[in-house]
């Protein structure tokens, strides 16, 4: 809730103020009380203008203002400002002698609420004692009735510090009498010169200008950025503050300054940002894509219409907006707290679903419970915000969007850092958003390993962080490898990474060297300029914004760098596009023509391959699937069956999968094999006795595996089937697993030792907490009543469910919890 503080003036002066009309009286000498006052009950957004004439016999001396408001006010005397103020919270004060005039006097407030109660409170001192505050005798009007001179009663909510006020607990009637803070006649959000940016690490060749400090009690805490045809920036702050339009100083030319105007709009809070078509497109937590356009030609933006509703999902709700390759669209994307727009397609079959084996734990802070799949999304739409396709899902928390010159796309996905030392942990990670791609996050315990076939994996995992916006080099004045390289932020640990791509098969690997970084360094979005400069801004969670720029400066070529027409990974690309034509409809000859892909040994042709059959009539595949002889493709083509079959066709595909020689199968076939299973028992529905022992016999022998993978899914599946010796041969797996090295990561958390309190315990997560390879099938195993568990095991298995460090963290609680299955299960026994 946003409380409005109406502006305190504490005037000290020694000459009598002597009233007569309305809005005219004496001031008393007596130290007199300030009220919150507002006109009628407040609004959002409400522009309110307050006026108070007095009188001043003779020449005034030491005159003082004093107050706050809820949420900003710019103080005018006799039509001077004599202050500016944003933060309600935080009395101020100012010596305005020089501002009053013998006889009468015109105190005027342009105060605004930005969200929910609206108040200002003034004092106005002289130092004979004689003072004037805020109370019924002011008059107010919005600002149309107040050129009009249309003024009307104020509302009197009640005095400075009375119980029950919103203010109270923060601004008092003491907090008048010292002063507080300074009524500053700056104004906030002037034009700015650039000067060095210190306290930046950059690679040799490098400069950082600071362009502009935000004044956050007026312009907010800017997260987002795009630009517009004429170079210029625009930009948001993350609450109520509004949307700013930004235009940089030039390079080297003397006296330019960056100059930051308000868009003239009442829209804010907007976590994406493009300029395409014409229009600024906004994407707002709580309200969905906007398109903001100029109607009559004179260079401001005056219209507003939200042609994508979407709820509210916080920092984890819409987010990016990016004009698509083709230019014909816009990608818009969510996080895993908002649901997905209604559509009218998706890329693959939009039949998501958890595709847990088990039952999940939910973290046990509460974080995420409930949320289901598809996680996080990304969509495609017309101009218009019309014809809206799903084209990419499983993210937790994906901000940015990003298309490098071949028109493949990136994001930079979150983790969840509560889970920092459990094995499903996973890193904050890059992806390559192909047509109809999983990316398998699922809430709690139920994150899908990187190896399950039905997803796909990682560019490069970065770690622990937060990730910002994402941005290519395209158009940069930089050297070559810069121009292509994809620069992501990392708001928790205050760096600008640049990721050298390079060809992968049909995707990428990427080479991580840290760019920009600072300690703290919150940054929330970046843009190349049209300059060549690379703009990036800092902010986000009300802290302290700015806008900076850097150059490259160095004795490298800067000019303008195409990539080849044919690399190592084009052939592979281009067949890889070749089946994603078919994702999204219905075509005769996509069954033949992708089948192929199945058997391919680039794991991203054959997800394309498989999303192009699966969109295809079942009927159509079903008998080639179950048919199929060759291992990888038999596998694929169950994995699909799975997805898209019933239950008719359950036994089929364990009859298809128990023809595999497991064994002789190698690591990644074996372990999509392990996931056909899981598969089809989730989507198809538990097997009969006679099945279950069938496949039970048919895994049993895997255990041991010198894969911890292996061991992991079998452990699952074992354990889902009753088998009777999975208990046995599950401890067995415990008491020889190794402990794991801490990853290269770890070294990132000294950038933000001091930072938010789960960052900062990230070291103490990974220090002396060994996770052997078994941990987490032995949770499964050992919290579940299953067959195999009986007393002459119980020492075994309550030492395996101990350890844990810091009670309040999540893979703490969830340790009691798994310890606390165990026993009721024993009990039970």
């Known amino acids: 809730m946003a409380k409005t503080h109406m502006v305190l003036l504490a005037a000290m002066a020694c000459a009598p103020l002597l009233s007569g009309r309305p809005g005219q009286e004496t001031v008393v000498a007596s130290q007199a009380t300030p009220n919150w006052i507002w006109l009628g009950p407040g609004a959002d957004n409400q522009e309110v203008v307050f006026r108070r004439t007095f009188d001043v ?64 409170a003034l004092r106005l001192a002289f130092g004979d004692g004689r003072e ?83 004044p956050n009690e007026v312009q907010g805490s800017w997260v987002a950025l795009t630009k517009d045809d004429e170079g210029r920036f625009y930009t948001s702050d993350q609450g109520r503050r509004g949307l700013y339009r930004v235009t940089p100083a030039e390079i080297g030319k003397p006296g330019s300054v960056t100059s930051v105007e308000r868009v003239p709009v009442e829209v804010s809070g ?27 030609d004179d260079d401001q933006l005056d219209k507003a219409e939200n042609i994508i509703p979407l709820g509210h999902g916080g920092e984890h709700g819409p987010h990016a907006i990016l004009a698509t390759e083709d230019g014909q669209g816009l990608y818009f994307i969510g996080g895993n707290h908002v649901t997905p727009p209604q559509f009218n397609g998706s890329r693959a079959p939009a039949n998501w679903n ?44 994906q901000y940015d969007i990003a298309l490098n010159q071949r028109g493949e796309m990136f994001t930079y996905d979150a983790d969840m850092e509560w889970d920092i030392g459990s094995p499903w942990y996973r890193p904050t990670r890059v992806c390559h958003v ?54 992501i932020l990392d708001w928790t640990f205050g760096t600008i990474y640049a990721l050298h791509l390079e060809p992968d098969g049909a995707s990428y690997a990427a080479i991580k060297e840290d760019f920009v970084w600072a300690k703290p360094l919150g940054v929330t979005d970046a843009i190349v300029g049209a300059d060549g400069s690379l703009y990036f801004t800092v902010g986000g969670r009300g802290s302290q914004s700015a806008l900076y720029r850097v150059r490259y400066t160095g004795p490298e070529s800067t000019a303008p ?31 033949d023509d992708a089948w192929p892909g199945l058997s391919n040994a680039d794991r991203f042709i054959r997800f394309a391959a498989r999303i192009a059959v699966e969109n295809q009539p079942v009927e159509t595949w079903r008998e080639r699937a179950l048919g199929e002889e060759d291992p990888q493709a038999a596998v694929m083509a169950c994995i699909a069956l799975a997805r898209q079959g019933d239950a008719d066709d359950l036994s089929g595909i364990v009859a298809a999968l128990g023809r595999l020689d497991l064994h002789r199968l190698e690591e990644s076939q074996r372990l999509a094999a392990l996931r056909a299973y899981a598969l089809a028992f989730t989507r198809l529905g538990e097997p009969d006795d006679s099945l279950r022992e069938r496949v039970i016999a048919e895994l049993d022998h895997l255990l041991p595996a010198s894969s911890a993978a292996v061991n992991t899914e079998v452990v699952r599946l074992l354990t889902y089937l009753r088998s009777p010796t999975v208990v046995a041969k599950t401890l067995a797996l415990m008491s020889s697993g190794e402990p794991v090295e801490l990853p290269e990561w770890a070294e990132l958390i000294k950038r933000n030792d001091s930072g938010r309190r789960d960052r900062a315990r ?68």
């Open 57 to 120: 016999p003779g020449t005034p001396v030491d005159a003082v203002i004093t107050g706050s408001c809820d949420n900003r006010m710019i103080v005018l005397i006799n039509g001077e400002r004599v202050g500016i103020h944003g933060r309600w919270e935080q009395v101020v004060s100012r010596d305005v002698s020089d501002a009053l005039s013998p006889g009468e006097n015109t105190l005027e407030v342009r105060a605004r609420n930005e969200g929910g109660v609206a108040g200002l």
């Open 132 to 214: 004037l505050v805020t109370d019924a005798s002011w008059q107010a009007a919005i600002p149309q009735r107040a050129v009009r001179n249309k003024w009307s009663e104020v509302t009197v909510i009640g005095p400075v510090g009375a119980d029950g006020l919103p203010w109270s607990g923060q601004v008092t009637l003491a907090s008048y009498a010292t002063g507080g803070g300074e009524l500053r006649m700056d104004d906030p959000g002037g034009p700015q010169a650039p000067r060095a940016a210190e306290g930046l690490s950059l690679p040799d060749g490098f400069e950082a200008e600071l362009l502009y400090t935000v």
């Open 270 to 296: 907007a976590q994406g940002m493009c300029w395409a078509f014409d229009s600024l497109y906004v994407n707002v937590n709580g309200q969905g894509v906007w398109r903001i356009t100029d109607t009559d």
């Open 354 to 397: 958890e595709d847990l084996l088990l039952p999940r734990q939910w973290d046990a802070r509460g974080h995420a419970r409930g949320k289901l799949a598809p996680g996080g999304w990304i969509a495609r739409c017309d101009p218009n915000g019309e014809n809206i396709k799903i084209l990419s899902n499983g993210y937790r928390n």
């Open 434 to 487: 192909t047509s109809g791609s999983e990316f398998g996050w699922r809430s709690g315990t139920g994150k899908w390993p990187s190896y399950y076939e039905d997803s796909l994996p990682s560019v490069i995992d970065i770690g622990p962080g937060s990730p910002t916006g994402i941005v290519f080099g395209t158009g940069a004045k930089f050297p070559a490898r810069y121009q292509e390289a994809l620069f």
């Open 561 to 591: 760098h195409t990539p080849a027409i044919a690399d190592a990974g084009s052939e592979a690309r281009e067949q890889r596009r070749a089946f994603e034509a078919f994702h999204g409809r219905v075509d005769a000859s996509a069954v």
């Open 762 to 829: 990230v070291g103490s997560r990974l220090q002396g907490q060994p996770q052997t390879v078994a941990d987490v099938p032995a949770s499964w195993t050992f919290s579940r009543p299953r067959a195999g568990r009986g007393p002459a095991r119980r020492p075994r298995v309550f030492p395996a469910l101990s350890g844990g460090n810091g009670a309040g963290t999540s893979r703490e609680r969830r340790t009691r919890r798994t310890r606390s299955g165990a026993l009721e299960g024993a009990l039970a026994e």
